[in-house]
């Protein structure tokens, strides 16, 4: 059995009143709360270690490469990758997919071929992948959806064709919690030669990853949603098309020599960090995925998947409230709408009780539009979150529906 209460006290900004009660965040989904270990690495990298990495003879930038260089084999592990040469450094998942739309889409997508993302993505897996179909003359095609927040495999299978280059899946849906079998996905789309990107911003998270066994050619995630810093995350890529990739950014760090004539890039990984990166941040990253590996990450699960359970149960006994995402395979994620009240204002009062919770289109406006609605208020679980704040969660909704809902 897990003590919550002891791995709560690990998480300094959860012991604190909001409009006069304790705080109950339940906004994981949007980033998590960062534990004292990654509070701490950051301190202590900037009072004692702070020095530009790769580059200095002097002792406190080799410090500063070592830690550095150790979140990447860090960050490998926790992929299962087979090497660090295929573990990129980025700002997060956005700039992940925006590398990838930007680098492989200049090099390999011509007129006429086609990407293929699904109904539920983020903003962030459509936008770059139209700009880049409207500067190729590619086409850009869409998997549909159930009512209930599955993706339709059939009809996937039917936009599949020679003339597919790419496809961009989400892992799990942030505004859903839908699991897909991402791995029944990229089969198929290696059949047709096709290329597959993993947005695993939701996925990371939640559960065991395994990039290998998936044999996705792309994944990316944030730092910031597993317990991690802003501004931070990490783009896998198998080693054979990275190098067929020209860089994204120029600058220093991604190249070998430079004259005015000619460049010669650098090596994998640093061919896709052009300048100085973000040194702290990436640092303080091992020490979430220590954080996530010391609980274990069947156990992280076990607790939200018992925590889901029960607020699903919970949510669903109360009158007014749907739940929208019924997929048979959630992560912890519960979006609903109440009848007769607008989403924002569902979320407002519950911010007045203390509880943290988002509203809004999720940055999945296409998704909202497919199911008729322009938002929802989304409650979404971490490992720290206990049944008794799901209570107060479930308590303060009915007197607010009691007392508002019209
Ligand atoms: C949060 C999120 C993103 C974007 O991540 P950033 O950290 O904002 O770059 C992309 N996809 C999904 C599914 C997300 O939840």
Redesign the pocket.
């Known amino acids: 059995m897990l003590d919550i209460a002891k791995i709560r006290e690990e998480f300094p900004i959860l012991h604190q009143e909001v409009n006069g009660f304790p705080l109950v965040y339940f906004d994981n ?2 980033t998590s709360q960062k534990p004292k270990k990654v509070i701490e690495a950051l301190v202590k990298y900037y009072e004692g270690t702070n020095s530009n990495v790769h580059r200095g003879a002097h002792t406190l930038a080799s410090q500063a490469t070592e830690q550095f260089e150790q979140t990447r084999e860090a960050a490998r592990a926790f992929l299962n990758a087979s090497s660090t040469e295929e573990v990129i450094f980025t ?5 992940g ?1 925006n590398l990838v739309a930007s680098s492989f889409g200049r090099s390999q997508i011509q007129e006429g071929d086609e990407v293929i993302i699904s109904t539920m993505e ?1 903003h ?2 459509i936008v770059p992948w139209q700009i880049l179909c409207e500067e190729k003359k590619a086409i850009l095609k869409v998997i549909p959806m159930t009512d209930e927040g599955e993706l339709i495999f059939e009809e996937y299978e039917k936009l599949l064709s020679e003339k597919t280059k790419l496809v961009s899946i ?1 892992h ?3 505004s859903l919690g839908t699991i897909n079998p991402i791995k029944q996905y990229i089969d198929l789309a290696h059949r047709y030669g096709a290329v597959v990107m993993v ?1 695993g ?2 996925s990371s998270p939640h559960f065991q990853l395994d990039v290998q066994d998936l044999d996705c050619d792309f994944f990316v995630f ?1 730092a ?2 597993i317990y991690g810093p802003t501004g931070m ?1 990490v783009l896998y890529g198998k080693k054979a098309l990275l190098e067929k990739m020209p860089p994204y950014l120029g600058g220093g760090e991604m190249i070998k020599e430079v004259t005015f004539e000619k460049t010669t890039y650098n090596d994998l990984p640093f061919k896709f960090e052009a300048g100085t990166p973000n040194i702290g941040d990436t640092i303080a990253l091992k020490y979430a995925l220590d954080f996530m590996n010391e609980i274990g990450r069947e156990k992280i699960a076990a607790h939200e998947q018992d925590l889901l359970a029960y607020a699903t149960e919970q949510m669903k006994a109360i009158d007014r409230v749907k739940i929208i995402g019924e997929a048979r395979n959630k992560v912890g994620v519960i979006s609903f709408n109440v009848e007769g009240m607008h989403h924002f204002d569902v979320g407002m009062l519950m911010d007045a009780n203390g509880i943290a919770i988002r509203t809004g289109h999720h ?1 999945t406006q296409p998704l909202m539009h497919r199911l008729g609605i322009d938002g929802t208020v989304r409650a979404s679980f971490a490992i720290y979150n206990t049944k008794e704040e799901v209570d107060r969660m479930v308590g303060s909704l009915r007197k607010i529906i009691a007392k508002f809902a019209k």
């Open positions: 989904a949007a700002k997060g998942t956005t700039e997919l983020h962030s897996n989400v799990v849906s942030n947005d911003a939701q944030s910031h949603k995350g940055c």
